[in-house]
Structure formats: structure tokens, C-alpha cells
């Protein structure tokens, strides 16, 4: 089975600090992507990388940057951080382009 | 640009019954796939069903099947004897079959909360 895993389930920060979050899969998948979740919005993408070190923006990149050093780990930084970043984040992965998406168990960020 | 619309925020289905949540999108390609998507309480997201848009069949996984009526834009999920643990968001979702920008061709739906009465 495919398995991802997010760094934190819950996350608590204040307004100003630098926030990394952290995914990690375990099936050498090629694709790796950070969404936010909100209410009534459904998920939109921040950001993807369709291979180490490659990167491209998604529908709301602003606020956010990412790192890919290594295959089986994207991370989702929050260079400093706002109250309107206060969501749920969701961290997914596909094995090749535009194959199904495995999601991790997310992260609740709350920025005080 | 493509969306998808789910116009049920929130379901209830008394256990044993069926529930059928629906999901339109809007596209003017002729190829790419669906999806449902379910996230129970506990968050992580898991991939219900996934229909292509040439097959005329439509797809079905154990208890959970879909209407998919491709002139009308529509892909409904329909859940049969319906479960306690069936309680979930359930998110449509649609995927171009290509696309330059690989990231961007998987649009989700806002999501039905559905809840499942003992």
C-alpha cells in the first residue's frame, strides 16, 4: 500500500514565524503535491514538483515556497506565516503524471 | 478553465439505505477522468472510485457505484446499504488526460459532508 505521511497532525504558530511542513512517500512516486483544504472551497493547490528538485506553482502559491532534495520528500514552507494561512494541509503523491493521487493525513495549522 | 460543483454541502442516509451525492464539472475536452474521493473524520483522503471519460460503463467498486452521464456533465456517486463507516467528506474530482501543466489538471469539488444515521 501506498504511504504518506505528514510531519505533524497539528500545528500551532504565530503570526510572523517560519513554518516547514513536512511529506513523505514510500513508493518512489514521481509527483508530489501540496493542497489547502478550507471549507466550502474544497482543495486547491499550492504547489507540486514532478521531480527532485523541480518545483511549479499551483493556484495559490502565494505566501508558500517548497523544497523537493529528495524523491520521497516535498516540503511546504511558510516563509512568515499569516492568521489567512490557518488551514488544513493536505500532502499527496502520484507515480506518474496525472495518475491517482495518495494523500497523507494532513496537518490543521493554526496561526495565532 | 475546468470546475467541478457539488450542490449538497451536507447528506444524511439512515444506515442499510441508499444515498446518492452528486457532482457536475464543466469541460470542453472529450477525454480525462473522475473521481470520488472520501476523507473520513480520522482526515486521511482515500480514493473511492475512478471513471474514464471513453468508457460507457459505468464504474462500480463493491457498495459504491456511479451515474456518469457524460452530455449532461454529470458523475454522481451512489452508495448502497450504506455503512456507519460510510460517514465521510466526499470530494468529486476531474483530471484532464494531458495538459501542460500536470499539477493543475486535477480539480476538486468543495466537498458533501455525509452523515450516516444509526
Known amino acids: 500500500d501506498v504511504k504518506v505521511t505528514q510531519s505533524s497532525r497539528y500545528l500551532v504558530k504565530r503570526t510572523g514565524e517560519k513554518v516547514f511542513l513536512e511529506c513523505v512517500q514510500d513508493?518512489?512516486?514521481?509527483?508530489m503535491f501540496w493542497y489547502r483544504q478550507d471549507p466550502g472551497l474544497g482543495l486547491r493547490l499550492i504547489y507540486f514538483?514532478?521531480?527532485?528538485?523541480?518545483?511549479e506553482k499551483g493556484d495559490i502559491p502565494e505566501g508558500y515556497s517548497v523544497s523537493r532534495e529528495k524523491k520521497e520528500r516535498f516540503s511546504l514552507i511558510l516563509e512568515s506565516a499569516s492568521t489567512n494561512q490557518t488551514s488544513m494541509y493536505l500532502c499527496?503523491?502520484?507515480?506518474?503524471?496525472?495518475?491517482?493521487?495518495?494523500f497523507g493525513p494532513g496537518t490543521r495549522l493554526l496561526v495565532l | 478553465a475546468q470546475t467541478v460543483t457539488q450542490s449538497q454541502p451536507e447528506m444524511s442516509v439512515q444506515e442499510a439505505e441508499t444515498v446518492t451525492l452528486s457532482c457536475t464539472y464543466d469541460?470542453?475536452?472529450?477525454?480525462?477522468?473522475l473521481f470520488w474521493y472520501k476523507q473520513p473524520p480520522s482526515r486521511q483522503m482515500i480514493l473511492v472510485i475512478r471513471?474514464?471519460?471513453?468508457?460507457?460503463q459505468n464504474a462500480t467498486e463493491n457498495r459504491f457505484s456511479v451515474n456518469f452521464q457524460k452530455a449532461a456533465k454529470s458523475f454522481s456517486l451512489k452508495i448502497s446499504d450504506s455503512q456507519l463507516g460510510d460517514a465521510a467528506m466526499y470530494f468529486c474530482?476531474?483530471?484532464?488526460?494531458?495538459?501542460?501543466?500536470?499539477?493543475?489538471?486535477?480539480?476538486f469539488g468543495p466537498g458533501t459532508r455525509l452523515s450516516v444515521l444509526p
Open positions: 499527496a503523491s502520484s507515480l506518474r503524471t496525472g495518475q491517482t493521487q495518495y
Open positions: 513508493m518512489d512516486h514521481e509527483n
Open positions: 514538483s514532478y521531480d527532485v528538485k523541480m518545483k
Open positions: 469541460t470542453s475536452e472529450s477525454d480525462y477522468y
Open positions: 471513471q474514464e471519460a471513453y468508457k460507457q
Open positions: 474530482a476531474y483530471r484532464r488526460k494531458e495538459g501542460d501543466n500536470y499539477g493543475q489538471n486535477f480539480v
